[in-house]
């Protein structure tokens, strides 16, 4: 405790002298987070390599993050965060799509390891003569910005930074825990195994409509550490298109996502063609194989203290998954609640339904035995994956720590009703300054 209060105070000092000596022209924040989870045992027909233990499991994780910011030449920023992260989810994070902790990686080595996660330069151009304030904040700088404007963003990042944003369910630091619900689970996201790639986006931001544009580099290999550049290749290509507006005086907003990712894909298909038991995806892999896939993401503030969000999403589902997790199609409604209804105005609670489902060949090619880099029972007797979640987000002090209590219920985890339901209960501790 006396070291996290030390590091708590250093930082506060750093940033004091960041934006008074300098005026903005630069700031860093940090921020870490701590997750145990606990599963109790639970029923289970049968289960192989890549399964969820049915047996009582106990697991932890660990990041940490530096955020570096320097304001360059007018409407010019520069961003570096070197990040350490450790510890594993449950099973090594396999056997649901949607995996119970957003803040492990499909990683071989549990050890905490020191990586750059982003490190990009953004410029924006004004299209109006209207400006607001920008507030400081993690990769923000504060500085006076452009209402209207377009924006250039290139280097190593997350596309879930600029896509996919919703105020109520995106971060598993803070918000739900599920992967499911951080992210659109249909979204394979180009990313290396980390979440971060190569990217080069554009934002037009003009009134209520917003519109994105991203091309990024994918992995060389499903669920691969190392990015492929040659864009002749595999490459990703993302839009959204964002409208905000207002139901009686309170703010609401959709956005329509759409992908497409081109890399070396296996197809389920062919791979059961070649071998009608126990296929293997991995021999059927050939360039120029794709994958489309659309999402849907809304949110509605109801009052001060509700707010309403859903998403749905969809994947052609018919080669294999490459960068996220195995869901080809999705969809989640929750709430969020605000303290201040019980006058706790730091605190945060919210509560969320998500429903997940594979396509048809993806199905038949599980039921016959194969599996790909998240799933694999040997056999799949399948249904719709269906996850409830609860949290409870508690400030215990004006020191900037966060304390969460958390729990998850899974039917057909994996997509088997051989397996399940469970339970998995997780305690989060988080720092942010």
Excluded at 124 to 134: D, H, M, P
Excluded at 240 to 263: D, M, P, Q
Aim: net charge neutral.
């Amino acid at each position: 405790m006396r070291s996290l209060i030390t590091t708590i105070l250093l930082f506060s000092t750093i940033q004091l002298w960041a934006q008074d000596s300098s005026q903005s022209r630069f700031n860093i924040h940090f921020q870490t987070t701590y997750i145990y989870q606990y599963k109790p045992s639970f029923h289970s027909d049968y289960e192989s390599a890549h399964s969820l233990s049915s047996k009582e499991e106990k697991q932890n994780s660990i990041t940490a993050t530096m955020y570096l910011g320097a304001r360059l030449w007018k409407g010019a920023a520069f961003y570096f965060n070197p990040e350490i992260a450790g510890g594993s989810g449950l099973s090594g994070a396999s056997g649901m799509g949607g995996s119970t902790n957003g803040e492990t990686f499909r990683v071989g080595d549990p050890s905490p390891t020191l990586y750059v996660a982003r490190a990009y330069l953004t410029q924006i151009f004004a299209l109006g003569k209207n400006s607001e304030q920008q507030d400081d904040a993690a990769n923000q700088i504060a500085v006076k910005t452009p209402v209207e404007y377009v924006k250039i963003m290139a280097g190593k990042f997350s596309l879930a930074d600029i896509f996919d944003t919703n105020p109520f369910s995106n971060s598993p630091r803070t918000q739900f825990i599920n992967w499911a619900l951080m992210n659109n689970g249909a979204w394979d996201f180009a990313a290396n195994v980390r979440g971060y790639t190569y990217i080069v986006a554009g934002i037009v931001h003009k009134k209520e409509m917003t519109y994105k544009l991203a091309f990024a580099a994918l992995p060389k290999t499903a669920n691969g550490a190392e990015l492929q550049t040659n864009v002749g290749t595999s490459y990703s290509v993302n839009a959204e298109i964002s409208h905000s507006f207002r139901i009686k005086h309170k703010a609401a907003n959709v956005s329509l996502l759409a992908y497409y990712n081109n890399a070396p894909m296996g197809n389920y298909t062919t791979a059961l063609q070649q071998l009608p038991f126990t296929p293997d995806i991995v021999s059927t892999r050939k360039s120029g194989a794709g994958k489309f896939g659309l999402g849907l993401n809304a949110d509605y503030k109801l009052n001060d203290n509700w707010g309403l969000f859903s998403r749905i999403g969809w994947n052609d589902g018919k080669n294999e998954t490459w960068c996220f997790t195995e869901i080809d199609r999705t969809i989640s409604l929750g709430l969020s609640i605000d303290g201040k209804k019980w006058h706790r105005n730091d605190d945060q609670a919210g509560i969320a339904i998500v429903a997940n489902g594979l396509s048809k060949s993806h199905k038949d090619y599980l039921a016959a035995g194969g599996s790909g880099f998240v799933l694999g029972d040997g056999a799949l007797s399948y249904a719709a994956e269906t996850i409830a979640e609860l949290y409870y987000n508690f400030k215990p002090s004006n020191i900037p720590l966060y304390i969460s209590g958390d729990y998850q219920f899974c039917m057909n985890p994996g997509y088997n009703t051989a397996r399940g339901p469970l339970s998995v209960f997780s305690l989060r501790a988080h720092v942010e300054l």
